[in-house]
């Protein structure tokens, strides 16, 4: 019922920026809780940050709030990460997923819907 492409991934340096975007279809979305997990090689899957499509009420993983801000647009149902002072550590396949229903955001298997990713990787 809905579909979820990433997009915005790259290589870049240490320090430097990149904005992840999640463009959503299928489905009216104003009650869905919206997150990105990143899953680095060979590790399990992590919670990186999370919104709730109506409110905009967000939660961020401590390793990333500061640096990283999640929003989004309802006129494009589009959710973006922006990601700042990148780190070699933030290195990773990102993921958005959507859920239809309230959850905490920080757990994967709540989440109904994924996207198939988009690569980072910062070198250092």
């Known amino acids: 019922q809905v579909q979820l492409v990433e997009s915005g991934g790259g290589l870049v340096q240490a320090g430097d920026s990149l904005r992840l975007s999640c463009a959503t279809s299928?489905?009216?979305?104003?009650?869905?809780?919206m997150g990105w997990f990143r899953q680095a090689l060979g590790k399990e899957r992590e919670f990186v940050a999370a919104i709730t499509w109506g409110s905009a009420i967000t939660v961020y993983d401590d390793s990333v709030k500061g640096r990283f801000t999640i929003s989004r647009d309802n006129a494009k149902n589009t959710v973006y990460l922006q990601m700042n002072s990148l780190k070699p550590d933030d290195t990773g396949r990102y993921y958005c997923?959507?859920?239809?229903?309230?959850?905490?955001?920080?757990?994967?298997?709540?989440?109904?819907?994924w996207g198939q990713g988009t690569q980072v990787t910062v070198s250092s």
């Open positions: 997923a959507a859920s239809g229903t309230i959850v905490n955001p920080t757990i994967s298997g709540r989440y109904d819907y």
């Open positions: 299928g489905r009216t979305l104003s009650s869905l809780t």
